[in-house]
């Protein structure tokens, strides 16, 4: 067993981080923020307050993946199907993803991430574009850590979009049809240099993918835990790493 500590040894935030070995720590953690809204309604207060803890605890979760060297965290903040939400809670939704994103930027930038925008364009307020595009300017050549903020969001429509543009590649006759592969498909999806998911991780008791990165996720494990995200800190993050690192990954083989 290789016993190298962590690959990055970067802690801006001094976590004590437990000891994994290199190897068993995730290349790419899918975290799905959830449970927001039940956390404020059960202390009898608007969903809305839920949302806004979840800043902060976003924020940890970067600290502890960059503590324990994981290159990749994508967290999902705005589904293709949260717009069937009421009106007032998309609108609050979008303004408060548009100011995070002004008030965090700076921070990231100065922890080494890069930041991504995974998600479609359509119908996303055009605010939030200009502030994920101005992070993502900011921070392109950061190397520390890679954050995908995905916001209007849907795995499916990841794929339908990556058909859309192979289609007319292939009427351009840039492509030939038998040529796809799972890994020319993959050049097509939002961030091509995105590795596969490792871990997948899912607070606030409910056991589903809910529509996130639902290719790159094919072989992920799952971890599911109970807390719902405003309380979620950088412990449990630690906890699901080391949870990743006890299985035992297979990919269809035998050991
Ligand atoms: C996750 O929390 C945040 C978003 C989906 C934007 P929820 O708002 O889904 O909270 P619950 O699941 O209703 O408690
Ligand atoms: C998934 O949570 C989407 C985000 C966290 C952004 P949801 O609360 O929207 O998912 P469901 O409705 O429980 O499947
Ligand atoms: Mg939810």
Redesign the pocket.
């Given at each position: 067993m290789n016993m190298d500590v962590n690959p990055n040894p970067t802690n801006p935030a001094g976590l004590s981080t437990p000891d994994i070995p290199a190897e068993f720590i995730p290349r790419h953690i899918a975290l799905?923020?959830?449970g927001n809204g039940r956390w404020a309604q059960e202390r009898g207060m608007p969903r809305t307050e839920g949302h806004k803890r979840g800043e902060a605890v976003l924020m940890d979760a970067v600290d502890a993946c960059l503590a324990m060297g994981v290159p990749y965290l994508s967290a999902?903040?705005?589904?293709t199907?949260?717009w069937r939400r009421t009106a007032s809670e998309v609108r609050f939704l979008m303004g408060f993803n548009r100011d995070v994103l002004r008030r965090q930027r700076d921070m990231l930038h100065e922890k080494g991430v890069r930041v991504v925008w995974l998600g479609r364009r359509p119908r996303l307020w055009r605010s939030v574009i200009r502030e994920l595009e101005a992070a993502e300017e900011l921070t392109r050549n950061n190397t520390t850590m890679t954050l995908g903020l995905c916001i209007n969001y849907g795995g499916r429509a990841e794929l339908v979009d990556a058909a859309r543009k192979i289609a007319r590649d292939a009427a351009d006759g840039k492509i030939v049809p038998e040529r796809i592969s799972e890994e020319l498909l993959a050049q097509y999806l939002y961030d091509p240099g995105m590795p596969d998911v490792d871990l997948f991780l899912r607070p606030s008791g409910?056991k589903?993918t809910?529509n996130?990165l639902i290719w790159q996720s094919a072989y992920a494990e799952m971890v599911y835990q109970d807390k719902l995200f405003p309380d979620f800190t950088h412990e449990d993050m630690f906890a699901a790493i080391e949870e990743y690192a006890r299985r035992d990954r297979r990919f269809g083989g035998t050991k």
């Open positions: 799905v923020m959830d999902y903040a705005f589904s199907e949260n409910e589903r809910s996130f």
